[in-house]
């Protein structure tokens, strides 16, 4: 009954996909003992009177009476959790909500499984953080990704930098503004220099001394230092998962030949 109580003061419901938590039943808990049909009977008239009164002060009378059968169908109705039948198809027993990978995939061969391997497995300790915080998992990666150092300086920059269409992107940025999560600012850059000039636009080689080009400034506000709590705890728990077959030498030295891959790579791109 405490969930109807939100109704009368909140003036807008999302659904999430996923529950955040659920209840289950214990055999021999202190909710299954002492059960009868008197005792459920008058478990029902006392419920159903709340029910009764509370629909009868946020409805109309017009559309009470639209819904008098709803109301009354309670006092019928028995729960039904536990009882879903995996059979139909979109069923899910609960606590296997989550994302997961294909089987066949987490076990292939090549440079794009491994890239899978290692995108599954740090969703799997992001979406709790998406659901915690009513937000998708591509806002959390958004938000993971701005916080790591970056030199990004516009939107056609982030979308290669977190491989968002420009739709996604959009759609992302607009929730975690709307959250007050982050905030955008469209500056104008005097370009100072020839150089710079030149670097803007390459086939022009006169100097734009006193033009001014955009630049994206994307700034993480307070609302989002819980976000970034549980990331750097996730960020961690996602290292910890991929290292922990391997000995302290080995991480090191894993460390170490990581570094020289990656100087390798920067040297070409």
Not at 189 to 213: C, F, H, L, N, Y
């Amino acid at each position: 009954m405490f969930n109807l109580e939100y109704i009368r003061h909140a003036s807008s419901f999302y659904a999430l996909g996923v529950p955040i938590y659920y209840y289950v039943k214990t055999k021999g808990s202190l909710a299954s003992q002492g059960l009868s049909l008197t005792k459920t009977i008058n478990m029902k008239k006392m419920v159903f009177a709340y029910y009764h009164n509370f629909y009868k002060s946020i409805l109309t009378e017009e559309d009470y009476e639209k819904n008098r059968l709803q109301v009354y169908k309670f006092l019928l109705d028995a729960a039904s959790d536990g009882m879903a039948s995996l059979v139909l198809p979109g069923t899910k027993k609960l606590g296997d909500e989550r994302t997961s990978a294909c089987s066949i995939d987490v076990e292939g061969d090549g440079i794009l499984m491994d890239e899978y391997r290692d995108r599954k497995l740090l969703d799997r300790y992001l979406e709790p953080i998406a659901l915690k915080n009513d937000l998708q998992l591509q806002d959390i990666r958004l938000v993971m990704y701005l916080s790591q150092p970056h030199r990004i300086s516009s939107r056609k920059e982030l979308m290669d930098y977190t491989n968002m269409t420009k739709n996604t992107l959009s759609a992302s940025l607009q929730r975690l503004i709307s959250k007050g999560i982050m905030k955008i600012e469209e500056l104008k850059v005097p370009i100072q220099t020839e150089i710079q000039a030149a670097q803007q636009d390459s086939a022009k080689k006169t100097s734009r001394r006193g033009k001014t080009v955009r630049k994206l400034e994307i700034t993480l506000l307070p609302a989002a230092d819980s976000i970034l709590k549980s990331l750097s705890v996730a960020e961690n728990d996602y290292e910890q998962a991929r290292y922990a077959d391997l000995t302290d030498e080995e991480i090191v030295q894993y460390a170490y030949l990581n570094s020289k891959i990656k100087q390798s790579i920067q040297k070409i791109l």
